[in-house]
């Protein structure tokens, strides 16, 4: 019953803010995208509904996930990919699609090289950090569907 409490809250705030998105239309203002975004990479995760935050997925190789975490990556990854920053971002996505990539594995190597860096900059406080994300999308184009995250 709980999980249908929080769908039911969501699918209202989705509602407001879909009526806000047609008022902002009509008026001529720009409105972020985030939302959207945010509800495709919901929709592509269904067995997340209803997680409380806090709580892990077991995922059927036996790891585990942190909903919320890996929600919020894939967040960043698409806003990257939306802005064009940085550009290596939207390069490795072409390339992987390019060797035959699901659009959401692609999605998901890109977030795993976003995820390493930041545990990186927080565990070594890394000096220029986007100098080593882009070199590390860059090793991922360069190694495509052969990079350790496709191959495991």
Known sequence: MRGRKKKRALRELLN????????????????????????????QHPMYAGICPGEEVMMKDGSRVNP???????????????????REVNEV????????????EARHAIGYILAQMIWLIQRDNLPQPETHYT??????????????????
Do not use: C, N
């Not at 996505?93 to 959401?104: I, T, V």
């Not at 070199?135 to 990079?147: D, F, I, M, N, S």
């Open 16 to 43: 407001e803010y879909d009526s806000l998105l047609l008022l902002s239309e009509a008026l001529g203002v720009t409105v972020s995208d985030e939302g959207e975004i945010y509800m495709d990479i919901i929709d």
């Open 68 to 86: 919320r975490l890996h929600i919020a990556i894939e967040v960043a990854v698409q806003w990257q990919m939306a802005k064009d920053e940085p």
């Open 93 to 104: 996505y072409l390339a992987l699609l390019g060797e035959g990539a699901d659009p959401h």
């Open 135 to 152: 070199a590390q999308l860059r090793e991922l184009g360069r190694q495509g569907l052969k990079h350790r995250m496709f191959t495991g």
